[in-house]
């Protein structure tokens, strides 16, 4: 069922996303910001006046140059604790081509400004929807279309009954990722791409990010009346995307079928400061 850099500092780019000290729901790139928390990139494109075309031309080279903005920064977006979207784009021409073609679907915000030089901006955005995630999560997480079986901890089922997760990453570099995990401190996945169910994974994101409890906690259309809250130790993997959590909190989450299935349906928040 499938239903799924060109400026002078973009040498830079990559390690201004990745390496940041701190976690950042907004993450600026140097070409523009990625806002994970309303999951929307933004950038602008810059044209300077031609005598070929007259003011349209000029809003359309604007156009062209905001594409590529929005390419570059998507490249530097992380895909998983251990890949970024440009390293996926390279391992494959194809994705390369869906990818671009994803990121011309971007809509201007308000209208050209015109600077005195005689040159134009245009400030755009590209929501990261069903489309976006069909091309990068669905590709990389499900080309095998392989789903974990139904698996229990070994752990006294208790009455309780969540209805979704917000994992407390306060404190911790962790840094947003299209397709991250959780882990158990005994090196066990408690939730990730083969924990989900690939409609939802592309209609929502596999986890969605916030800035504190409160914001988290109101998010009840995603995460239910009754969300289980449980501390991140700390961030893991190459990019810092995957968070460890105690082997009991894992063990709860396996407990009962209806943990699973609002794994399933990625009802998951990352807190992230």
Known sequence: MRSILRRAIAPLAFGLLVLAATAQIVQNTGVGSIDWEQRVVRTKGIAMP???????GQIR???ADALRQIIETVEGMILTSE??????MLSNDRITTEIRGVCSNFRDVGEPVY???????LNVEMILGPQFNDVLIGEMAFAEGAVMPVQY?????????????????RGLSVHPALAP?????SGSEIYGNTWVDRDWAMQYGMVGYVRDLEQARGQQDRIGERPLVVKA????GTN???VVVDDEQGKILHALSENLTFLRECRVLFVLE
């Open 50 to 56: 031609s005598p070929v075309g007259g003011r349209a």
């Open 61 to 63: 080279a604007a156009r």
């Open 83 to 88: 890949t970024t979207v440009e390293n996926f």
């Open 115 to 121: 600077m005195s030089d005689g040159s134009i901006e």
């Open 153 to 169: 901890s070994d752990l006294e089922p208790s009455t309780a009954k969540y209805t979704g997760l917000i994992v407390d990453c």
């Open 181 to 185: 995990r959780i882990l158990s401190e």
């Open 233 to 236: 130790k700390k961030a893991q």
């Open 240 to 242: 810092g995307s995957d």
